[in-house]
Antibody, heavy 120, light 112 residues
Framework: EVQLVQSGAEVKKPGESLKISCKGSGYSFTSYWIGWVRQMPGKGLEWMGIIYPGDSDTRYSPSFQGQVTISADKSISTAYLQWSSLKASDTAMYYC?????????????WGQGTLVTVSS | QSVLTQPPSVSGAPGQRVTISCTGSSSNIGAGYDVHWYQQLPGTAPKLLIYGNSNRPSGVPDRFSGSKSGTSASLAITGLQAEDEADYYCQSYDSSLSGWGVFGTGTKVTVL
């Protein structure tokens, strides 16, 4: 069974750093792109970026380029999303999702989400 | 801001048919990129509903259907049920974003 399990909720202060994770199982982790999606409170979904764990090829949406870093450790089938200096506006739910091949390059499996709260 | 525009809300009585539009441009839907649809029930992660414009993953009821024409796509729900009350998002790719992805603005479906 394909699963993406994300790390737990985080409460941080502005200026702090953070790295959240997304562990894949039940499939060949290195063969599928993993995307990160932001959902701010009461708002819609936003495509942040995507990584191919097989060779760490990473692409960012222009809105998020330079704001976050996406990485992966294929040895432990885990993708990461990190911030070096959080802002209050980073408060959101963050989802990872697998971009599959059987369903037309859609996101076919999703993690449960990681809630990040940034507040002083 | 998203390059794919959806109506903020649609509503219908149980049993009725509702449609949700997803309007793009010549750099995304009109460029031939496929459109996918996701359903997000309250407090849960999104779920793939329609892929490749008009295909349903296994387990998705045939009450849900998708279509694409020109620079737009649509999701139709026939025989609306209470459990269909959710947010719906279209998703495609855009050549102005180096060919990477974009979501629609989202539509809240309310069952009256």
């Amino acid at each position: 069974e394909v699963q993406l399990v994300q790390s737990g909720a985080e409460v941080k202060k502005p200026g702090e750093s953070l790295k959240i994770s997304c562990k894949g199982s039940g499939y060949s982790f290195t063969s599928y792109w993993i995307g990160w999606v932001r959902q701010m409170p009461g708002k819609g979904l936003e495509w942040m970026g995507i990584i191919y764990p097989g060779d760490s090829d990473t692409r960012y949406s222009p809105s998020f380029q330079g704001q976050v870093t996406i990485s992966a450790d294929k040895s432990i089938s885990t993708a990461y999303l990190q911030w070096s200096s959080l802002k209050a506006s980073d408060t959101a739910m963050y989802y990872c999702a697998r971009r599959g091949y059987s369903y037309g390059l859609s996101f076919d499996y999703w993690g449960q989400g990681t809630l990040v709260t940034v507040s002083s | 801001q998203s390059v794919l525009t959806q109506p903020p809300s649609v509503s219908g009585a149980p049993g009725q048919r509702v449609t949700i539009s997803c309007t793009g441009s010549s750099s995304n839907i009109g460029a031939g990129y496929d459109v996918h649809w996701y359903q997000q029930l309250p407090g849960t992660a999104p779920k793939l509903l329609i892929y490749g414009n008009s295909n349903r993953p296994s387990g998705v009821p045939d009450r849900f259907s998708g279509s694409k024409s020109g620079t737009s796509a649509s999701l139709a729900i026939t025989g609306l049920q209470a459990e269909d009350e959710a947010d719906y998002y279209c998703q495609s790719y855009d050549s102005s974003l180096s060919g990477w992805g974009v979501f629609g603005t989202g539509t809240k479906v309310t069952v009256l």
